[in-house]
């Protein structure tokens, strides 16, 4: 591990450029409440819970939340799930991509008729999707 | 000057105080993802440097910024300089890039040539960061009183700015 003490800041961006740290974190949870001055305590009454032991755990990415749950952080907080689950859509999304590629290439062999080509065209926009989301007006 | 990309990294101040420390995790170079102070009870460096590592473990910094402990301006008691070397060894033993300013530097960022206090940068940061530090800015300190530990926070938030963004900030 080399000494970055009071080196450049390019050397040490070209020694973090690596696409293992870059990837967004599980969520968002804490940033959105503490900009609320909200107590963890209070969000979870909020939510219909006693205590703020699992909005802890939540925060520090030990456990999952349910589509009601992550529902609920929407409303409080007033961002969109994907927004404070922006590591976990980044990741969900990289397999779907993956699995698009696959899909791809096994329809491409499939007929030509226009159901096909429009199967085709929904699944190549999944491939590389044009504005980071999967879907295409 | 060509900046670099930073801006998929994600940066950890650390501005070490008399009860523990203050620390932001700052994003994408504008994005404050945490930010906060914790105090230590018992032996401060080593309780302090446990939490840290939670921290390194939880956000997974590509650098940790802190104040430079080895000037001979650098201020500060013997346990802080100790606690400087010690969180530099822990954090290029977790594989992060380390980066210390002076606190020349910072105010070199946000004034430029001209003077200013440490509270004209907490006022700064909160023209910048209105939603997440706006409700924790203390009173201006009297020259009779001690300074709030909050302030902390705005240490660390200012040297993580110091290095995401130096030339953007500009003078006063």
Redesign the interface.
Known sequence: ?P????CS??A???????PM??TR?PN?L??SR??L?LSQDEVAFLMGGRGGAKISRYE??ARKPSLETAIAFEVIYGKPVSELFAGLRQKVTQGVQDRAKVLKHRVSFQGSDRRSQRRRAAITSLVAPTSGTTEKS | MTRPDTQHERILAIAPTTKGFGFAVLEDETTLVNWGVKSVRGNKNEGALKKIEELFSQYNPTVVVFENYRLTTFRRSARVRLFGDELSRTAKAAGIAVKTFSVQDVRGVFFGAEQGTKHAIAENLVQRFPDELGYLLPRKRLPWTTEDHRMAIFDAVALAMTFSMPETLGGR
């Open positions: 591990m000494s970055f003490e009071n800041r390019f040490i961006v070209a020694y973090a450029f690596n740290t870059l974190l968002y804490r940033a503490k900009r001055a520090a990415f």
